[in-house]
Each structure stands twice: as structure tokens, then as C-alpha cells.
């Protein structure tokens, strides 16, 4: 399902609405809210309401899980890091046990094998069946969402729910959720806008399937719901 606003603040608002039903209602019939965040720019505005009056106040956040789509593989205090960009707009803010937070890093490990740790923990919360209850994503003007990236072999993983490779274009490793998992989550909301993104995302939506160019194609729930939000300037696309 795609929605589009007239702006990122009634985006934002929408995002923010989704989360706290999904987790309300999680809350209630399983006792439990598990989440996957995303990073970069985009969700700022919302983990930022999130953790202010009224939103902070309807969710327990005692009962709340919460995971990471991906990350750059950089200490916690980089300013480069997904989990620290959380922590200081809504983590930080709301009262949730430190023991219920899962950053896609730890020192001292390499990437490949905390991508093992990582799926273990996934595991030990959600059990074999691996579906989270919701999962954030952004895309980013080249049609990747998380650390799906154009043309990079994670396209192709089957088995693993979690992946970690060197990414050569940006001279760093990424940890990321693969495709099969992502797919398993009872919701999916995808929030991407501005007219950088409307080649890529027209492309995802109407265009040829072709996950290798446009990774995003590859989100398809098995039995959730996907929310694409975004904007107009995000679904004009310009013609000379």
C-alpha cells in the first residue's frame, strides 16, 4: 500500500501512528513488541516524536524489543552509527530496559561473525518463526533499503537472516537483515520522500522487476503488510 502526503510532518505523524498501533496491539495479544529501527536521516523526526507526549505515553515500553535493519559497522558513539542516532532521539528517552536492545555492533567482534550472534539473538526472541512485529525501512535515490545494496551478493541470500559484507563504494563494512527475514514481519513501513527519490522509487513500484538494480523489489511480505510512505515530490516523476 502506498500513501502519499503533501509533507515529511504528516509522514512522520502517519510513521509515528503505525508504530504505536503495532505495538499496542502486539503488546496485547502476545505480551510483547518487536521492532526492527532504521537508520540515516529519515526516521530522526519520527523517533523524535516517539519519544515526546502524547506517543511515549501509549506504549509500554517495558515490554518493547528492539532490533536494528542494518548498520554501518562503526563503535556505538560514531556518529556514523544507526543504534546511536536512536539512543540519543528515542531510546534514551523512554523506559526501556536496557536488556531489550539489540545494536547491530560489539566491539571487539568482526562483522561476519557478530551477523552470527545477531541472528541468535533474533532467535532467542522471536523463536524459529523469526517475525518481527514491525520493521522500519528506509531507500535511499539508488532503490536500496537497508544494507541491500545494487549489485551486492546479500541479494541472493536465502538462509541467513543476518549478513554482513564488505561494501567496496563505501569502504566499510555493513551488517544488515536479509530479505527472507525482513519478509517474514508482520508489517513492513517503508518512509522515503523527496524527488531524489522518484526515479528509484517509481522504479520499485511500477517498473520491471529487477532487485539486482533495485533492491527494494525485493521487500514482499509473506503475510504482513507494506506501507510505503511518502511524498509527492517523491512520486512526480519529471519528464524533458
Known sequence: MVRI????????????????????????????????LTGGSSPVALYTLLATAPYKTK??????????????????????????????????????????????YKEGESAEAYAL???????????????FDLVLLGMGDDGHTASLFPGQVVLQERDKWVAAYYLESQNMFRITLTAPLINRAKQIVVVTFGE?????LNEVLNGAYNPE????????????????????????????
Open 5 to 36: 502526503f503533501n509533507t515529511k510532518e504528516e509522514i512522520t505523524i502517519q510513521a509515528a501512528d503505525l508504530f504505536v498501533a503495532a505495538a499496542q496491539n502486539a503488546i496485547q495479544k502476545r505480551g510483547r513488541f518487536v521492532a526492527a
Open 117 to 131: 550472534e545477531y541472528e541468535k539473538s533474533i532467535k532467542n526472541i522471536t523463536g524459529e518463526g523469526g517475525q
Open 196 to 200: 531524489n527519490k522518484a526515479h528509484a
Open 213 to 240: 538494480k533495485y533492491p527494494t523489489q525485493l521487500i514482499k511480505p509473506l503475510d504482513g503488510e507494506l506501507f510505503f510512505l511518502t511524498d509527492k515530490a517523491a512520486t512526480t516523476i519529471k519528464t524533458i
Open 59 to 104: 506504549i509500554d515500553w517495558e515490554k518493547v524489543f528492539v532490533f536494528w535493519g542494518d548498520e554501518r559497522w562503526v563503535p556505538l558513539d560514531d556518529a556514523l552509527s544507526n543504534a546511536k542516532m536512536a539512543n540519543d532521539t528515542l531510546l534514551s528517552h523512554v523506559s526501556i530496559p536496557k536488556n531489550n536492545i539489540f545494536p547491530m
